[in-house]
T-cell receptor, first 115, second 115 residues
Framework: AQKITQTQPGMFVQEKEAVTLDCTYD???????LFWYKQPSSGEMIFLIY??????QNATEGRYSLNFQKARKSANLVISASQLGDSAMYFC????????????FGAGTQVVVTP | EPEVTQTPSHQVTQMGQEVILRCVPI?????FYWYRQILGQKVEFLVS????????KSEIFDDQFSVERPDGSNFTLKIRSTKLEDSAMYFC?????????????FGPGTRLTVT
């Protein structure tokens, strides 16, 4: 069984600053995928970024980057140059590749971007 | 940009009644999923569906739940006899692949309230 831990229930960040959201995971699987999703107050789940366990390079998507440290089992999300529209709940999720569709989510981190 | 749609956005039902939540996945996607999120809690996997069969289901997905793809576009979740604890946001998601890295795209959700 896997477990996803997001230890930061909430964070404030100033506009234009970078913020790091922590995610650690526990799995015995050798091959797995890690995802980050954003959930604004409107409720929808928006895919942000993906990292495969065998990917040697950290994933990047625009202002989002994933700081993947496999040995430490961490997959932190970095949002650079925060914008007011980044205010949302952020969820880390993972799935083993032998059960690819079954996303397991962490509890989430609420980010509030202030002017 | 193609998107997953869900109807209704909000459903109120009395305990013991049957409800059907509807989803239209992205048209060229092959894998379909249902998740739920009880208010203030993390997103939980319910079921995955491929080739007109359930691929995997969680312990939450008991005999009261069923899924169906009645035609080429809709994907439904039925709860036969709703309970108070079924009150949650239900998300439908779809992905092109279920066996290689493929992000899941989520719909906007249906908020189910059981009274």
């Amino acid at each position: 069984a896997q477990k996803i831990t997001q230890t930061q229930p909430g964070m404030f960040v100033q506009e234009k600053e970078a913020v790091t959201l922590d995610c650690t995971y526990d799995t015995s699987d050798q091959s797995y995928g890690l995802f980050w999703y954003k959930q604004p107050s409107s409720g929808e789940m928006i895919f942000l970024i993906y990292q495969g366990s065998y990917d040697e390079q950290n994933a990047t998507e625009g202002r989002y980057s994933l700081n993947f440290q496999k040995a430490r089992k961490s997959a932190n999300l970095v949002i650079s140059a925060s914008q007011l529209g980044d205010s949302a709940m952020y969820f880390c999720a993972m799935t083993p590749t032998d059960s690819w569709g079954k996303l397991q989510f962490g509890a989430g981190t609420q980010v509030v971007v202030t002017p | 940009e193609p998107e997953v749609t869900q109807t209704p956005s909000h459903q109120v039902t009395q305990m013991g009644q049957e409800v059907i939540l509807r989803c239209v996945p992205i048209s060229n996607h092959l894998y379909f999923y249902w998740y739920r999120q009880i208010l203030g809690q993390k997103v939980e996997f319910l079921v995955s569906f491929y080739n007109n069969e359930i691929s995997e289901k969680s312990e939450i997905f008991d005999d009261q739940f069923s899924v169906e793809r009645p035609d080429g576009s809709n994907f439904t979740l039925k709860i036969r006899s709703t309970k108070l604890e079924d009150s949650a946001m239900y998300f439908c998601a779809s992905s092109y692949s279920g066996t290689v890295p493929s992000e899941q795209y989520f719909g906007p959700g249906t908020r189910l309230t059981v009274t």
